[in-house]
């Protein structure tokens, strides 16, 4: 069978098993999530042995160590994602939510309420968490997926749905609700973005090239997950031992990351006491620091930053810095160069904030703390199905109600018009 038709018959058993997931309770899905977690903590040494030949051929291929760290599944990782499944079953079911009901006067009575998508199809590349967050929320908005990941993680991802298969059919919920690509030819995800009878939307998960490519070529409507070239602006009225501990962490914590912080700027009147200590805190932490003209008049060791650094999402230990001179310079410089993703300000500055929140272009935009918040579990979603940089539908954390529309139920006597 032809790549092009496997990929398509996939979809059609996603397809029908989406009709009949309409139809499920609140309790059959979270008991089906209650045992995909306790079957994820089960068998974690299975899954710990397969990811290790991910990550070994990985290595072997000279993948980046900040990209192998998104790859690496360990028995932290794995009771995460379980918390995440069980986390997703505690959350309130959106089916059926109605947010919307009108008697008109010739007595049609109009509700509106939360329906899933159908079959949702997620593109991903190293991530095997995503894997799990994917299952365990279209579960529960009663969506059918068909997952391809990337191929660097295809033996850890090709594990994990097996258990997760096996755990929710065990509960009684449609066979092929979930579907999962083993195909790890690039011309497969070109396949998924021309399925516009059979896969409602596509989410694509990963860096610049991936997010442009299915973009570029689907004709089913996409939700764009976006990179993050997140900033933190230290403002003149900060409290640099805040600012120290805040940019520090938004940086190192976990820099392969969407949500870690690409960009600092810094006001010019606090630069030259605050850009050597925080400087001092990055070198001891490895980073690679990338300048502008001022930035290096203070640290002439800095490497000379280029036009190209304050575009760049680098998911590694690199931070451009540059000092302005005023909080509009900096909501310029931001509005400019971020991806609408995460934004920081550090101050306290209550007008200053005011601004900063309300001109800055991003999903999230935050007072006096870390971008790395930017993310479902933090913002009591559950787990998420990515975080959206688009402003239609959904924007931000994508938790269960960004995987739902909407349908009008309308009842009559006999009205006609």
Request: glycine share 6%; net charge negative; charged share 25%.
């Amino acid at each position: 069978m032809l790549m092009k038709e496997v990929v398509m018959e996939q979809a059609k058993l996603a397809k029908q098993a989406a009709l009949k997931m309409a139809g499920l309770t609140t309790e059959q899905k979270n008991s089906a999530l209650f045992a995909m977690a306790d079957a994820l903590e089960k068998r974690k040494d299975e899954i710990i042995k397969i990811n290790a030949e991910d990550v070994q051929a990985a290595q072997e291929k000279g993948t980046r160590q900040n990209m192998i760290d998104r790859l690496i599944l360990n028995e932290k990782r794995i009771a995460d994602m379980a918390e995440g499944l069980r986390q997703t079953a505690l959350l309130p079911d959106p089916i059926g939510h109605e947010d919307f009901e009108i008697v008109r006067p010739n007595g049609l009575k109009i509700r509106r309420v939360r329906v899933p998508f159908g079959v949702v199809g997620i593109i991903y590349e190293a991530r095997p968490n995503v894997t799990v967050d994917a299952a365990a929320l279209c579960l529960k908005s009663s969506n059918a997926c068909v997952l391809r990941g990337g191929s660097e993680a295809i033996r850890t991802n090709k594990k994990l749905t097996d258990i997760l298969i096996d755990a929710e059919i065990s509960c009684g919920i449609p066979e092929h609700a979930i579907e999962f690509l083993k195909i790890t030819d690039r011309d497969a995800v070109i396949a998924m973005c021309r399925l516009r009878k059979l896969i409602d939307v596509i989410i694509p998960r990963g860096g610049a090239g991936l997010i442009a490519r299915v973009v570029e070529h689907s004709t089913v409507p996409v939700i764009e997950t976006g990179t993050g070239v997140c900033h933190i602006y230290v403002d003149k009225a900060a409290n640099l031992e805040m600012a120290l501990k805040v940019v520090l962490s938004a940086k190192i914590s976990r820099p392969s990351v969407c949500n870690s912080m690409e960009t600092l700027l810094i006001h010019k009147y606090i630069a030259n006491e605050f850009l050597p200590d925080i400087a001092k805190l990055m070198i001891e932490n490895k980073v690679e620091l990338r300048g502008d003209e001022l930035c290096r008049e203070i640290l002439p060791n800095m490497k000379a930053a280029t036009e190209e650094d304050w575009r760049t999402e680098y998911n590694d230990l690199i931070l451009s810095v540059k000092i302005v001179d005023s909080v509009e310079a900096a909501i310029d410089h931001i509005n400019r160069y971020n991806t609408l993703h995460s934004d920081a300000i550090i101050t306290n500055d209550k007008a200053a904030a005011e601004k900063f929140q309300t001109l800055v272009d991003a999903a999230c935009v935050y007072v006096n703390a870390s971008t790395r918040f930017t993310d479902g579990f933090e913002f009591g979603f559950g787990a998420e199905i990515g975080i959206s940089t688009q402003k239609l539908h959904a924007r931000g954390p994508m938790g269960l109600e960004a995987l739902t529309t909407m349908k009008y139920l309308i009842e009559g006597n006999g009205q006609v018009r």
